[in-house]
């Protein structure tokens, strides 16, 4: 698939992209155990996220007829197959990684004690993403085709990477206007559609007391 538009450094926006998201909010989620904002790995997780979490978002999207993207991560997929199955009935599965790593080509600083594991190797991005998608495709049936990577690392490296795995969508380029609209486009070089996600900008310590809010109020 390839789009008609202006170049803007090394990206090629979409001319009619704008007029699209007039009318269209695509509502995605990453499907994550619970990061462990305050102890010492990623390794570590809770799931919450799948004994309860999931069918409180799920009810509230069947509730208002919304359907969504959830990106699991490979290994929620071997964990939690038939919670995964289920979310595929009504929504679209993408991936997020296997176990939440760093696949971009910098190091990631994150507000918590917690240190994200950061792949280096190409060859072991490739491996742990085939290993994801194999875990989804085993409870869904068939192949995500499409991405978000953890911590929205991403570099031109890991696109083609998910271009060779037959990827079709990635959405890891969150745009940094702050609450408006994102424009789709097409990254140089490969081809994969860029869905970027559109964040709203609250400050850190905002941010972490909404987290930590969310983790141990319940
Ligand atoms: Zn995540």
């Not at 789009?3 to 803007?8: L, V």
């Not at 090394?10 to 305050?38: G, V």
Request: aromatic share 14%; proline share 5%; net charge neutral.
């Amino acid at each position: 698939m390839k789009f008609q538009g202006c170049e803007q450094k090394n990206i090629h926006f979409c001319r009619q992209s704008r007029s699209l998201l007039m009318k269209y909010a695509l509502f995605t989620c990453d499907t994550e155990f619970t990061p462990p904002w305050n102890i010492g790995t990623w390794r570590e997780r809770d799931p919450w996220t799948f004994e309860v979490g999931i069918k409180e978002i799920t009810s509230l999207l069947a509730k208002f007829g919304i359907r969504g993207t959830f990106f699991c991560e490979g290994t929620v997929a071997e964990r939690y197959p038939s919670v995964v199955a289920e979310m595929a009935k009504d929504h679209l599965i993408g991936c997020h990684g296997y176990n939440h790593e760093n696949y971009g080509g910098r190091p990631v600083h994150v507000w918590s004690e917690s240190k994200p594991v950061f792949i280096e190797d190409k060859n072991e991005k490739r491996q742990l993403l085939i290993k994801a998608k194999k875990a989804i495709r085993k409870a869904i049936g068939k192949d995500p085709e499409v991405f978000v990577a953890p911590f929205d690392s991403i570099d031109i490296t890991l696109l083609k990477i998910l271009e060779e795995l037959e990827f079709k969508v990635d959405c890891s380029y969150y745009n940094y206007s702050h609450g408006l609209p994102t424009l789709f486009f097409m990254p140089e070089g490969v081809n994969i559609l860029e869905l970027p996600l559109t964040v709203i900008y609250c400050n850190e310590m905002k941010y972490k007391n909404v987290i930590e809010a969310f983790t141990y109020d319940r």
